[in-house]
């Protein structure tokens, strides 16, 4: 698989702890994250050492503060909080806005014998995780325990702006304050979306799926109505926006399946897009790449898993929206797992595991190939 997965804590405890530790420096102003800069300029240097036009005059410019930032996290001290939640359930999803903010999130959750959910707790903390409170009292004013889906969405560009789908009901919460306040949206049709995407700059654009169903929709009024999109939609979340600086305005990209062969228990889909007013037929983006397992979309790049007949993974990859191509990964090891850990404009970089246990880290081309 193309892995993506939330963060998320299990117990098996009447009382959750929650340990959460930050750095100084995490606070300190950053157009990326040290992760990425690592990156960037690791790849920017590799690019100066094989003469690719990029200088090392160039890197300077471009990380004037590297060095001084490596240094300034040596140097920079650990602190940690505990908070106690005297919380009967026994999963919970936690949340950190990030971006100066000292909010954060945690929803907690149980289920019955039969995996429907049995109850819900919502808390949200303003200083770090020092303190929590629960907030359910504030979602419904007509609903005491509102009963949520175990997961909650984020838009990706407004960290003030989250949703929380019912468990049960055709609405969701939604909040423009990150948690001071939240209004109840009521859909218009019984749907039942559980897992949101927001459109990147505007947030009153939602894709929604039902998971239970296999249907997505979208909306363009944050929940009120909802248009259908297209029916037997992946349900491993395998469903995107397109990146609005690349592609059409409010395009949508997402593996359909065979409902027959889903039914027999192993089944493959096929990348498909559709534009507004979403009536029209859907198109697949590239009719050659057929069959894949699941598909990653990320800039400019479209990442694509296939299996072939003996069963073995392999990687194939889209740049500019050009066909497919198999990336030509530089090991003899079989694959079993793709983890793309970070693109940008000049090249992508790929986790494989592979069968033998181990992790190798791949650097590619400018074309992901």
């Known amino acids: 698989?193309?892995?993506?997965?939330?963060?998320?804590?299990?117990?098996?405890?009447?009382?959750?702890?929650?340990?959460?530790?930050?750095?100084?420096?995490?606070?300190?102003?950053?157009?990326?994250?040290?992760?990425?800069?690592?990156?960037?300029?690791?790849?920017?240097?590799?690019?100066?050492?094989?003469?690719?036009?990029?200088?090392?005059?160039?890197?300077?410019?471009?990380?004037?503060?590297?060095?001084?930032?490596?240094?300034?996290?040596q140097a920079s001290s650990i602190n940690s909080t505990t908070a106690v939640l005297s919380d009967t359930n026994l999963y919970g999803l936690i949340h950190y806005s990030g971006d100066y903010s000292q909010v954060i999130f945690v929803l907690t959750w149980r289920t019955n014998t039969n995996t429907s959910i049995a109850s819900t707790k919502l808390y949200r903390?303003?200083?770090?995780?020092?303190?929590?409170?629960?907030?359910?009292s504030l979602l419904d004013r007509t609903d005491a325990n509102p009963l949520l889906w175990p997961?909650?969405?984020?838009?990706?560009?407004?960290?003030?702006?989250?949703?929380?789908?019912?468990?049960?009901?055709?609405?969701?919460?939604i909040t423009r304050d990150e948690?001071?306040?939240?209004?109840?949206?009521?859909?218009?049709?019984p749907i039942n979306p559980r897992s949101l995407q927001w459109y990147p700059g505007e947030d009153n654009w939602i894709l929604g799926l039902n998971t239970q169903?296999?249907?997505?929709?979208?909306t363009q009024d944050t929940g009120t109505s909802w248009t259908l999109v297209d029916n037997y939609v992946d349900t491993a979340q395998d469903?995107?926006?397109?990146?609005?600086?690349?592609?059409?305005?409010?395009?949508?990209?997402?593996?359909?399946?065979?409902?027959t062969d889903k039914n027999r228990g192993n089944y493959t889909v096929h990348l498909y897009t559709k534009q507004p007013p979403f009536t029209n037929p859907a198109q697949e983006f590239d009719p050659n790449l057929g069959r894949h397992d699941d598909f990653l979309l990320l800039g400019r790049y479209i990442f694509?898993?296939?299996?072939?007949?003996?069963?073995?993974?392999?990687?194939?990859?889209?740049?500019?929206?050009?066909?497919?191509?198999?990336?030509?990964?530089?090991s003899t090891f079989g694959h079993m797992n793709y983890i793309v850990s970070h693109i940008n404009n000049l090249q992508a970089l790929v986790i494989v595991q592979h069968v033998q246990g181990q992790?190798?880290?791949?650097?590619?081309?400018?074309?992901?190939?």
Not at 213 to 218: E, G, I, P, Q
Not at 244 to 255: C, G, Q, W
């Open 179 to 189: 948690g001071q306040t939240f209004t109840r949206v009521n859909f218009s049709q």
């Open 125 to 136: 903390s303003t200083n770090y995780g020092a303190s929590f409170t629960n907030i359910e």
């Open 304 to 330: 694509a898993q296939q299996t072939d007949s003996t069963g073995n993974p392999f990687l194939k990859v889209s740049y500019n929206r050009k066909p497919f191509q198999i990336a030509q990964i530089p």
């Open 239 to 259: 469903f995107q926006w397109g990146d609005p600086t690349i592609d059409p305005a409010h395009i949508v990209y997402y593996n359909v399946y065979n409902p």
């Open 213 to 218: 169903s296999d249907v997505l929709y979208v």
């Open 1 to 73: 698989d193309i892995l993506i997965y939330p963060a998320m804590l299990s117990v098996g405890v009447a009382v959750i702890s929650l340990t959460l530790l930050h750095q100084a420096y995490a606070l300190q102003p950053l157009k990326a994250t040290w992760l990425e800069r690592d990156l960037q300029y690791a790849s920017l240097k590799y690019q100066a050492q094989a003469k690719k036009g990029i200088s090392f005059s160039d890197i300077k410019a471009q990380f004037p503060s590297i060095e001084h930032a490596r240094t300034t996290r």
């Open 359 to 369: 992790f190798n880290l791949y650097l590619s081309d400018s074309s992901g190939v």
């Open 151 to 173: 997961f909650f969405y984020t838009s990706p560009t407004n960290k003030n702006f989250l949703a929380f789908p019912h468990a049960t009901r055709s609405l969701m919460y």
